[in-house]
């Protein structure tokens, strides 16, 4: 098996303008010292010199995320045959999919479909739940749907044990962090977030959804700037490719919800992290408001770091409509 390189406080949100947000948010203190949001700049950060490809497809999201993959090449330009692939969706709520909380398990079967197909030998879809284990494997509905697939296995990680400590050589508020032994351990790792708000980080999509493998979230919340910490987390896990299901979007009340929840209807593909979140952050009107990818200051940071592509016209974007 291949390595992958080196590889609490929260505010109330509910249906804030992004004005009373920043109000809100300047009264955290240490736990939330800067906005989440930020007033674009091009010298934030430097742009990938290769431009990144996406896919952007609208329609039924089975179809919709099987032909984003495609149009990148298909799964099989990510996973060989024999492969140990991880998924790793948003299923940390014991809610049905119309909430938004979690990835749309329509979403996660079809991508776990399709890395059948393209020969891997296991697919492991985890997440480390923010609540009981059983009741978000069931309610996310994605245990259910991927049951009949042989080869595939739908975990929540909750012992810490199952996590191995390794460092995070180009992070700066990150030195070190534990994260689940089958991600860094698995041939491929495949992100599949969903869209939605967050009451720490203005919008959680691809990198902030990473946070789900990892041990210690307490101390992104807590213990560092988090927007820094998620950048610095990307460094040290390498993600193949990310597919964000914007099929709808909690776009107030996020995380946890219950929140506005509104419907792009799409399907965002890359292997770029910043490219398909700043993509995503395009997708929805959150509380209220349009932003753009480097007004987030987690996503601005992680482009900052040389991380992926931050400006929307240097991205190569794929459309199709189902």
């Known amino acids: 098996m291949t390595e992958h390189s080196h590889n ?43 431009p990144s490809t996406l896919s952007v497809v609208s329609g ?11 149009m990148l090449g ?11 692939v991880v998924l790793k969706p948003n299923m940390s709520f014991p809610h049905p999919p119309q909430r938004a909380t979690n990835t749309h398990p329509e979403v996660v079967a079809a991508i776990a479909r399709m890395c059948l197909e393209a020969g891997a030998a296991e697919v492991l879809v985890l997440d480390y739940p923010f609540n009981r284990p059983g009741p978000c494997l069931k309610f996310s509905g994605i ?3 991927c049951s009949g697939m042989k080869k595939v296995y739908v975990l929540a990680i909750t012992d810490k044990k199952l996590f191995r400590q390794v460092p995070v050589p180009k992070g700066k508020v990150l030195r070190e962090v534990q994260i689940m032994r089958d991600v860094l351990e698995s041939d491929v790792l495949i992100n599949i977030p969903t869209a939605k708000s967050h009451t720490t980080t203005g919008v959680s999509l691809g990198m902030k959804g990473l946070m789900g493998v990892i041990w210690d979230r307490g101390y992104f919340h807590a213990k560092v700037d988090i927007n820094q910490a998620i950048a610095d987390l990307s460094t040290a896990v390498k993600v193949d490719l990310v597919v964000l299901d914007a099929s709808r979007a909690l776009v107030t009340g996020g995380p946890t919800g219950p929140g506005t929840v509104a419907y792009p209807g799409s399907i965002v593909a890359g292997t770029d992290p910043v490219a398909v979140d700043a993509m995503g952050v395009t997708m929805a ?14 996503i601005a940071d992680a ?11 240097k991205m190569r974007v794929l459309k199709a409509k189902l």
Request: some cysteine; proline content about 3%; charged content about 25%.
């Open 74 to 84: 298909g799964m099989e330009r990510y996973v060989a045959r024999g492969n140990r």
């Open 285 to 298: 009107r959150w509380y209220g408001q349009q932003f753009s990818g480097d007004q987030v200051k987690h």
């Open 60 to 70: 039924e999201r089975a179809r919709a995320t099987r032909k984003a993959v495609q």
């Open 143 to 145: 245990k259910d749907a």
């Open 8 to 50: 609490k406080k929260r505010i109330p949100f509910h249906d804030c303008t992004r004005r009373e947000f920043i109000t809100r948010s300047a009264t955290l203190g240490v736990a939330l010292s800067v906005s989440p949001f930020v007033q674009p700049s091009s010298t934030r950060a430097v742009s990938a010199a290769t």
């Open 303 to 313: 482009a900052g770091m040389g991380l992926g592509t931050l400006d929307m016209e």
